[in-house]
């Protein structure tokens, strides 16, 4: 396996067995009333839910995401609700 940061660095294509494509693994601590919006924008994104735990006033979401993912802000967040 090769790291590269760059398509152009890439061997010739006879010698690639496989690629894969980077992702991230994030914790999401976020209050009840937003964690509809959240868990929405999430799967919109070809995120996939690892767990989902109760820790006291919010929600704890697992999150696997593609790493080329574009995430939105806050106020994206609030106006989906």
Known sequence: ???LHNPVDLPDQTLIL????PWIEA???VPDEYLGSILKLCEDRRGRQKQ???AG???ARGLRSPASTR???????????
């Open 1 to 3: 396996m090769i790291e």
């Open 18 to 21: 496989n690629i894969e494509e």
């Open 27 to 29: 914790t999401i601590l």
């Open 52 to 54: 989902l735990t109760y």
């Open 57 to 59: 006033f919010a929600r």
């Open 71 to 81: 995430w939105c802000s806050i106020s994206t967040i609030a106006s989906s609700r």
